[in-house]
Structure formats: structure tokens, C-alpha cells
């Protein structure tokens, strides 16, 4: 990958962002709010603040489904396409050791599956029959399982965090008994 394509990337990336935001705090002023300001939410959130409008929001929720299939859907397919290119790659190779760049690669597609999952759960799940326990543990979830994820496997990759964890994990075993 060279460095002008990452500068492409991350340029969509901060673009698109703006974006996504810019489209739904604009619609969001054009509502009205007549009833409670609590947020039921962690969070102050597009679909938690559709559910206190009094207004029409038919076209808000369009716009949260549009950009809910464009960009998770667009993210998907790049992701899924660079590491079809990967696993591709790692197959036709001579040396024939996909063990470890297949142990690389799992970890962030569980981290990316979980993020897309229940940011999906989240975005487009009809706002009439929404439980506000389960919309809190979507967003939870979205919010703080991927971040948590990410040092942990990571980290589980190296040999003396392993050797710790066994060692506690051990111990906790044995407690238990």
C-alpha cells in the first residue's frame, strides 16, 4: 500500500464523517421537540433524538438507512475485498505459512464484525417496537466492546501476556474448586 493511497483513505475517511454528520445535525435543527428532553441513551444519538422529535421524521430515518447501508455497507465490502486480496495473496505464495497471517487477520474481522453488527442493530432497527434496554446494550457495545477488544487480542499475540494470562486464569481455576 503506498503512502499516497493512505492519504487517500484517510482523507474519505475524515470527508465522509463530516458529512454523515453534517446531513443529520442539519435535519436534526429542522425537527421539533415538544415533549421530554431526557435521553434514553448513553449518549445523544441521531436515532434516540428521532424518538423525542414531534415532528415528521420519515425523511430523517431515510437518511439514517441510506448512510447506515452506504457506509457500514461500503466499509464491509472494502474490508472484505482487501482481505479476499490478502488471503488470495497468503495462498499463492511459496513458503505456504498462512497460519500466521491467518491469525493476524481473524482477530480484526471479529473486532469489525462485532462493530458493524451492532452498529447495524442500532441504526436500523424500527425506532416503534425499540426496547431501551436493548438499544443501551447495542450502543454499549458499538461504543465500548471494539476499543476494549483490540489491546486485548492484540496483546494476546504476545508470548509473556499469554504466559500471564494462563498463570491467572490458573490460579482463578483453582480457587474455584
Do not use: W
Amino acid at each position: 500500500m503506498n503512502p499516497q493511497f493512505c492519504v487517500h483513505m484517510t482523507l474519505f475517511s475524515l470527508f465522509s464523517g463530516l458529512v454523515y454528520a453534517g446531513v443529520h445535525t442539519g435535519n436534526t435543527f429542522q425537527l421539533s421537540f415538544c415533549q421530554s428532553n431526557l435521553v434514553h441513551q448513553f449518549f445523544c444519538d441521531v436515532p434516540s433524538l428521532l424518538r423525542l422529535s414531534c415532528s415528521d421524521t420519515t425523511i430523517n430515518k431515510f437518511l439514517i438507512l441510506v448512510s447506515a447501508v452506504v457506509l457500514c455497507g461500503g466499509v464491509f465490502i472494502f474490508i472484505a475485498m482487501s482481505y479476499i486480496g490478502i488471503f488470495s495473496t497468503v495462498l499463492k505464495s511459496p513458503n505456504r505459512a498462512p497460519g500466521k497471517a491467518f491469525s493476524t487477520c481473524t482477530p480484526h474481522i471479529l473486532v469489525v464484525s462485532v462493530f458493524l453488527s451492532s452498529i447495524t442493530g442500532v441504526y436500523l432497527r424500527p425506532s416503534a417496537n425499540s426496547d431501551t434496554l436493548q438499544d443501551l446494550i447495542l450502543s454499549a457495545f458499538y461504543t465500548m466492546v471494539p476499543p476494549f477488544l483490540n489491546p486485548l487480542i492484540y496483546s494476546l499475540r504476545n508470548k509473556q501476556v499469554m504466559e500471564a494470562v494462563r498463570k491467572i486464569m490458573g490460579r482463578q481455576f483453582l480457587s474455584e474448586k
